[in-house]
C-alpha cells in the first residue's frame, strides 16, 4: 500500500503532525544508518497502516523544520502525539524497538 507512509516537507510539516499519534524518520539519502532504517519504516508503515501515522523526512529538503527540532545526528526517529514531541532516538533501531516507543503512547 504506497499510500502508508507519508513524505513530510517544511510545508505540510506541522499539519500532518497536528492530531494522533506520528513517528517521523529524518534521514538523508547519502545517510547510510539511514539507508538502513528504510526498509524497517516501510514494514512498520504496512504494518500500522491506519493505526499510527508513520513519515519521513529528508532533513535536506525540509531545514527548517529539522533546524527548529535540534535535529543534530541522523537518522532521528521521533514520535509526536497530538502535535507534540514526546520520544526521540537516534541511530539505527529494529522494528521492535520502534513498535515499543509507539505503545508507550
Same mark, same amino acid.
Given at each position: $500500500?504506497?499510500?502508508?507512509?507519508?513524505?513530510?516537507?517544511?510545508?505540510? +510539516?506541522?499539519?500532518?503532525?497536528?492530531? &494522533?499519534?506520528?513517528?517521523?524518520? +529524518? +534521514?538523508?539519502?547519502?545517510? &547510510?544508518?539511514?539507508? $538502513?532504517?528504510?526498509?524497517?519504516?516501510?514494514?512498520? !508503515?504496512?504494518?500500522?497502516?491506519?493505526? =499510527?501515522?508513520?513519515?519521513?523526512?529528508?532533513?535536506?529538503? !525540509?531545514? /527548517?523544520?529539522?533546524?527548529?527540532?535540534? =535535529?543534530?545526528?541522523?537518522?532521528?526517529?521521533?514520535? +509526536?502525539?497530538? &502535535? /507534540?514531541?514526546?520520544? /526521540?532516538?537516534? &541511530?539505527?533501531?529494529?522494528?521492535?524497538?520502534?513498535?515499543?516507543?509507539?505503545?508507550?503512547?
Amino acid at each position: $500500500m504506497a499510500d502508508a507512509l507519508k513524505y513530510l516537507n517544511d510545508d505540510n +510539516f506541522q499539519t500532518e503532525i497536528a492530531q &494522533g499519534v506520528t513517528l517521523v524518520d +529524518f +534521514f538523508a539519502d547519502w545517510c &547510510g544508518p539511514c539507508r $538502513m532504517m528504510e526498509p524497517i519504516i516501510h514494514e512498520l !508503515a504496512e504494518e500500522l497502516n491506519g493505526q =499510527v501515522k508513520i513519515a519521513k523526512l529528508d532533513i535536506e529538503a !525540509a531545514q /527548517r523544520t529539522t533546524a527548529t527540532l535540534q =535535529v543534530t545526528s541522523i537518522p532521528t526517529i521521533i514520535l +509526536f502525539k497530538d &502535535g /507534540r514531541e514526546v520520544n /526521540r532516538v537516534v &541511530g539505527v533501531k529494529d522494528k521492535d524497538t520502534l513498535k515499543r516507543l509507539i505503545q508507550s503512547v
